[in-house]
């Protein structure tokens, strides 16, 4: 069964510095997206992107955030200056017509 | 503004008997309801779904009933495994510029004992 992969499992990074998450989707999905969970709390949205270009996003989704599909395969998450509080992971998913999300497994962001 | 909500952090069950997992929402545009499973260390895995015009749908041992009147949705699953052990999360999709985005519930913490 095809599915979402995102790299790395695991990345840490020092405060202030960029990160790039990887993921790539399932190849005939059109919808992607970003979703993010702290330890111990709710899965939360990030933002979706369809047809090249952000369809929607949360407050959390501010100006350090932003997402490109640079390819045919492949959806990015880039964090322009970390901060403590964006230690969390990860999570890409991605959709067809009609069909669930479908998420990856996840990259845990540790920022020190 | 906790949409969805999952009242219950965790929940304890014997091998064999029903495991009933609750949710509620509180926002009366969402129409499309969905549970996942998820694992240490994996990403949510879709379990079952619903459309605002259904109130069951069944798939195996689990069941997902939907009662639109009490913004309240739950999962069934009967006989609840050891393998079942897992946080399970609801969402609901509302459907704003076509792009379903969820909006998950907190999750509930199934433990299934042998």
């Known amino acids: 069964e095809p599915e979402v992969t995102q790299t790395p499992s695991h990345q840490v990074t020092q405060m202030g510095q960029e990160v790039i998450l990887r993921c790539v989707p399932i190849s005939n999905h059109l919808y992607f997206y970003w979703y993010r969970q702290i330890l111990g709390q709710k899965v939360e949205f990030l933002v979706s992107f369809y047809n090249n270009e952000i369809s929607e996003k949360s407050e959390i989704f501010d100006d350090q955030f932003s997402v490109e599909r640079p390819d045919g395969s492949n959806f990015t998450l880039k964090i322009r200056s970390t901060k403590l509080e964006d230690s969390a992971m990860y999570f890409c998913?991605?959709?067809?017509?009609?069909?669930?999300?479908?998420f990856g497994n996840g990259t845990r962001l540790t920022v020190t | 503004d906790q949409q969805v909500k999952q009242n219950s952090p965790s929940l304890s069950v014997q091998e064999g008997r029903i495991s009933i997992l609750n949710c509620d929402y509180t926002?009366?545009?969402?129409?499309?309801f969905l549970w996942y499973k998820k694992y240490p260390a994996e990403g949510p895995t879709f379990l079952i779904s619903?459309?605002?015009?259904?109130d069951k749908n069944e798939d195996g041992r689990f069941t997902v009933f939907l009662n639109k009147s009490a913004k309240h949705l739950s999962l069934h699953i009967v006989p609840s495994q050891p393998g079942d052990s897992a946080v399970y999360f609801c969402a609901a999709s509302v459907d704003s510029s076509g792009t379903y985005k969820y909006i998950f519930g907190t999750g509930t913490r199934l433990k299934v004992l042998a």
């Open positions: 619903i459309s605002s015009i259904k």
């Open positions: 926002n009366s545009m969402f129409d499309y």
């Open positions: 998913a991605s959709r067809g017509i009609p069909s669930p999300l479908h």
